[in-house]
């Protein structure tokens, strides 16, 4: 009894350990090899049969076949333009070559002909003034009044001129609607506009006691009304009168100066004594003079006759009216 219990333990053991060892998976080639051939005479064994190989196809992703493409249209362009020949340039033709030189001298002698950069005395601070820019030198200053001149209006009707003349006959210039009015100072000109616009402009140079007073401005190039007033302050009547008038540069000594205007003449057939005869007429500035601030004089004569039918001198004038056009640069 306790032989059988021993071998059924033994028995129970035995199983376990197969079925946990996995000896049980070896059993059939236990059997096996007890059943091969003896050495010498085992009969080689077939080889395992190999798979079928599948063809794996590219996947073809987009951005492969565009890569591919964009190189094969480099490669193109590259090989056609290493096959092509260089291009050759021709030479310039003498025409072009003296035009470019042409150019190039007209540019040097436009820059050379540039004045000189003002002193820093004579420069201002950029400020704003209303819509106006205030820039820093003179020609900035005068290129500012320019730009707004087709917005300014008269500073008033009329400027009133100064009698002159000590002989029996005086005469007075007086110019119609200006569009400011200049004023020398002992260090320069002081500008004042219709808009409200005023500077004092510097100079260098010294400026005449016959512009220390205030004068009518106007621009380059306009179109002025005159109106001249011939009075007969003598005792006896004057007749077959002559007034002539012409625009010069203005002078420092008052001499007569050179004419940038045709002369004007109006007759006047008699002036009693006292009596005033008023004239007319229209002059045209200088297109621009070579100073920032320019001048121009209105030298006036007046001719009569004596009771001999001799012409006379009756008033030499210079300088009856001075007119301020601004230069262009």
Request: with cysteine.
């Amino acid at each position: 009894m306790r032989r059988s219990r021993s071998s059924l333990a033994a028995a129970l053991c035995v199983s376990f350990f197969v079925q946990s060892t996995g000896a049980a998976d070896l059993a059939p080639v236990f059997a096996r090899g007890m059943m091969l051939p003896p050495p010498g005479r085992m009969a080689p064994l077939p080889p395992p049969a190999q798979p079928a190989k599948r063809a794996i196809k590219p996947a073809r992703e987009p951005w492969l076949v565009s890569a591919a493409v964009v190189a094969r249209w480099v490669e193109e362009r590259l090989t056609a333009a290493l096959a092509a020949p260089a291009a050759v340039e021709e030479p310039a033709s003498p025409e072009a070559l003296a035009s470019f030189s042409a150019a190039a001298s007209n540019e040097v002698a436009a820059v050379a002909s540039l004045p000189n950069p003002e002193p820093p005395a004579d420069r201002m601070l950029i400020a704003m003034e209303g819509r106006r820019v205030l820039a820093s030198g003179l020609a900035a200053q005068l290129a500012s009044i320019r730009e707004f001149r087709a917005d300014l209006k008269p500073l008033r009707p009329r400027f009133t001129g100064e009698w002159v003349g000590r002989g029996e006959v005086r005469a007075r210039v007086d110019y119609l609607n200006p569009f400011g009015v200049t004023r020398g100072e002992a260090k320069g000109f002081r500008v004042k506009l219709s808009d409200g616009y005023e500077r004092l402009l510097p100079s260098r140079k010294r400026i005449p006691e016959s512009l220390m007073r205030e004068l009518p401005l106007y621009f380059a190039g306009d179109t002025v009304d005159v109106e001249v007033r011939v009075r007969n302050d003598g005792a006896a009547a004057l007749t077959d009168l002559t007034v002539a008038s012409v625009q010069e540069a203005h002078t420092a000594d008052g001499a007569p100066g050179a004419p940038v205007a045709k002369p004007v003449t109006k007759s006047v057939a008699a002036l009693a004594p006292g009596e005033t005869a008023v004239l007319r007429w229209r002059i045209k500035l200088s297109p621009g003079g070579l100073d920032a601030v320019n001048f121009e004089q209105t030298h006036l004569k007046v001719l009569g006759k004596d009771p001999a039918g001799v012409e006379k001198v009756l008033l030499d004038e210079t300088q009856a009216g001075i007119v301020d056009p601004p230069g262009e640069r």
